[in-house]
């Protein structure tokens, strides 16, 4: 993973990334084990679905299914604490 200049953000900026971090992290705790780590194996690990399939046992189909709704529920997650937020 890339690293990032800090210096190039206000404190705010870091604070807000910081929070939406949290945030993800917390939706990622939400989805079913399978999702949630088959997720992580593409993301963090870098693998592709086919490898990913392979170690799981499942087809790269399956896996980019996974992949797919696990970023969906992230999302929808994500946007529902914003709107909380904001009220």
């Not at 807000?16 to 780590?37: D, S, T, V, Y």
């Not at 693998?47 to 799981?56: A, N, P, Q, V």
């Not at 696990?70 to 937020?85: T, V």
């Amino acid at each position: 993973a890339a690293r990032v200049d800090l210096s190039d953000f206000t404190p705010e900026d870091v604070l807000l990334g910081r929070e939406e971090l949290r945030i993800f992290a917390e939706a990622l705790e939400r989805l079913p084990k399978l999702r949630r780590q088959v997720l992580l194996l593409n993301r963090l690990e870098d693998l592709t679905c086919e490898e990913i399939g392979r170690r799981l046992g499942m087809s790269g189909a399956a896996v980019q299914k996974q992949i797919e709704r696990g970023l969906a529920e992230c999302l929808r997650y994500m946007s529902a604490i914003r709107k909380r937020r904001r009220r």
